[in-house]
């Protein structure tokens, strides 16, 4: 592509940006109607707390059984918040999060500790729109593109101005707190919601803190739809833009299909596949954005939506009150041979003794293995909830060919979350 080409590429894809930004600010500023009069003037201020703690443990880590390698984590997380509301129309929220990872292996231990404020926004609620500006939560869907990551220690939140009115959705901004936070990174959504046809999503990301510069542009659309006692659930995207230099060129999608077979008990299949790949102009392989990929792959979270092909059938049972019983099968297979095995947080896996798990020449197959995992989650009235699950990965011909290493990995949790 040519340097004209090029700048006209990198112009448009800034002006677009531009447009959601331009549209949440007129939604402010001259759509927005004056807060409605109202007769309620009494201030509400509520405190919340929510403590987790959280234990890890990972067994033949990168499929090697080298002595030493097995590693414990155990996770704490401490939320504090404030909601005030001052009438009908506007509210806030302030809350400070605390979290510590106290690790450990054969050979080393250590600790890591983080603390922020997690939210800390103003929301307006009028009668035709709905407007928040400050750190805050940003949740599309079922979270494969734009999530919170709840499930890690550090969870995700967006510094950002975002309104919604009718079924229109639109936000822009920056990430506010995460696990290693990229600092140029400016990411804007808009949304429109139908009720028959479901939801589709254009997302802007411009990184300038890469090599070249990042713009990228996802078109996303998810739709759920019941039939009978049948549950029909499908997303795609496609991708289109510029990456580190070269042209992006991907796409991904979500199909699965869920029913209650027995009494209080749900079957669900899945079938997932992401593009990946490329070649020395053009990047194949799909960029996942910011999701909350936990146990949307698997349990064990070795599988991001990024070159990939999966296969899943999931159980779950609701049988005994209070408590959630879960098991899964999954098979994954890379959808492209040269390109890289990329977990949950959309890094390429670690090879034992260095490096990641790819084969540039493609030679080494596309079987990446299988995953098997149990659940439980007990919630006890006033009390919290308990849970724990287990995952087992058999790795397959292609991790046994990169890293020459055919060991069973494992990996188990037990945890325990409250909020008051």
């Known amino acids: 592509m040519g340097v004209a080409a090029a700048s006209r590429s990198t112009a448009i894809s800034r002006l677009l940006l531009e447009l959601p930004a331009i549209w949440v600010q007129a939604m402010f500023f001259i759509f927005t109607p004056p807060p409605p009069s109202t007769t309620d003037s009494t201030s509400i201020v509520k405190v919340t707390v929510d403590l987790r703690e959280q234990f890890q443990r990972h067994i033949n880590p990168s499929f090697s059984d080298a002595a030493g390698k097995n590693r414990s984590d155990l996770f704490s997380r401490y939320r504090v918040g404030l909601d005030a509301k001052a009438n009908a129309a506007w509210s806030g929220r302030i809350e400070y999060q605390y979290s510590h990872d106290l690790y450990w292996d054969q050979h080393s231990n250590g600790a890591v500790d983080a603390s922020d404020l997690s939210l800390a926004y103003v929301k307006y609620s009028g009668p035709s729109v709905t407007a928040i500006g400050g750190r805050q939560k940003i949740e599309l869907g079922d979270q494969r593109l734009i999530g919170s990551t709840?499930?890690?220690?550090?969870?995700?939140?967006?510094?950002?101005?975002?309104?919604?009115?009718?079924?229109?959705?639109?936000?822009?901004?920056?990430?506010g707190v995460a696990n290693n936070k990229p600092q140029a990174v400016r990411v804007e959504g808009l949304s429109h919601s139908d009720r028959d046809w479901g939801t589709t999503s254009l997302i802007l990301k411009h990184d300038l803190g890469t090599i070249s510069g990042t713009d990228i542009q996802t078109l996303d659309h998810l739709a759920k739809v019941k039939v009978g006692k049948t549950m029909l659930f499908g997303e795609g995207a496609v991708q289109y833009g510029s990456s580190n230099g070269r042209d992006q060129r991907a796409w991904a999608y979500h199909l699965a299909v869920s029913q209650e077979l027995l009494p209080k008990t749900t079957f669900s299949l899945e079938n997932d596949a992401a593009s990946g790949g490329g070649n020395a102009t053009t990047s194949h392989t799909f960029d996942n954005l910011y999701p909350s990929n936990h146990n949307l792959y698997g349990l064990a979270d070795m599988q991001g939506w990024k070159n990939m092909n999966h296969l899943g059938i999931r159980v779950e049972n609701r049988s005994i009150p209070n408590l959630t019983l879960k098991a899964s099968a999954h098979a994954f297979s890379l959808r492209d041979a040269s390109d890289a095995w990329y977990n949950a947080v959309g890094a390429a896996n670690p090879k034992a003794g260095g490096g990641t798990l790819s084969d540039p020449t493609g030679l080494s197959g596309?079987?990446?293995?299988?995953?098997?995992?149990?659940?439980?989650a007990y919630t006890v009235k006033h009390a919290g909830i308990f849970s724990g699950g287990?995952?087992?990965?058999?790795?397959?011909?292609?991790?046994?060919?990169?890293?020459?290493?055919?060991?069973?990995?494992?990996?188990?949790?037990?945890q325990y979350q409250i909020r008051f």
Not at 391 to 411: K, L, R, T, Y
Request: proline share 2%.
């Open 150 to 175: 709840e499930w890690l220690n550090l969870a995700r939140s967006f510094d950002a101005a975002r309104a919604m009115a009718g079924q229109w959705d639109a936000w822009a901004g920056r990430l």
């Open 366 to 376: 596309r079987d990446i293995g299988k995953e098997f995992d149990l659940e439980a």
């Open 390 to 414: 287990i995952a087992f990965f058999e790795p397959g011909n292609f991790v046994q060919n990169v890293s020459g290493q055919s060991n069973q990995m494992i990996f188990g949790y037990l």
